[in-house]
């Protein structure tokens, strides 16, 4: 398969699509992660000028999610007790 393009907004929502594990509160973590940085993608590409900057901006953006998430998955455990935590419940 393809890299998506990730020159446009739906290209760079669907490189920051990854394969999910199977605890459902997990896949809860890592979709919150994505609604947050679509909305920051949304904002780039609707205010940040085309060029190496706004590229640079999508890049690391793309990073962080892929590098958030694969934390996550490394440390499901650490990261559940984490996000309980977060919500205010108890672990």
């Given at each position: 398969?393809?890299?998506p393009?990730?020159?446009?907004?739906?290209?760079?929502?669907?490189?920051?699509?990854?394969?999910?594990?199977?605890?459902?509160?997990?896949?809860?973590?890592?979709?919150?992660?994505r609604?947050?940085?679509?909305?920051?993608?949304?904002?780039?590409?609707?205010?940040?000028?085309?060029?190496r900057?706004?590229?640079?901006?999508?890049?690391?953006?793309?990073?962080?999610?892929?590098?958030?998430?694969?934390?996550?998955?490394?440390?499901?455990?650490?990261a559940?007790?984490?996000?309980?935590?977060?919500?205010?419940?108890?672990?």
């Amino acid at each position: 398969m393809a890299e998506p393009d990730v020159r446009t907004l739906e290209g760079l929502i669907d490189s920051m699509t990854n394969r999910a594990p199977q605890d459902p509160e997990v896949v809860r973590i890592f979709e919150k992660f994505r609604e947050s940085a679509h909305r920051l993608g949304e904002a780039i590409f609707e205010h940040v000028p085309e060029g190496r900057n706004r590229s640079m901006a999508i890049t690391h953006l793309e990073d962080c999610v892929h590098r958030s998430i694969k934390a996550i998955a490394l440390n499901q455990d650490e990261a559940l007790a984490m996000w309980r935590s977060y919500l205010g419940e108890d672990a």
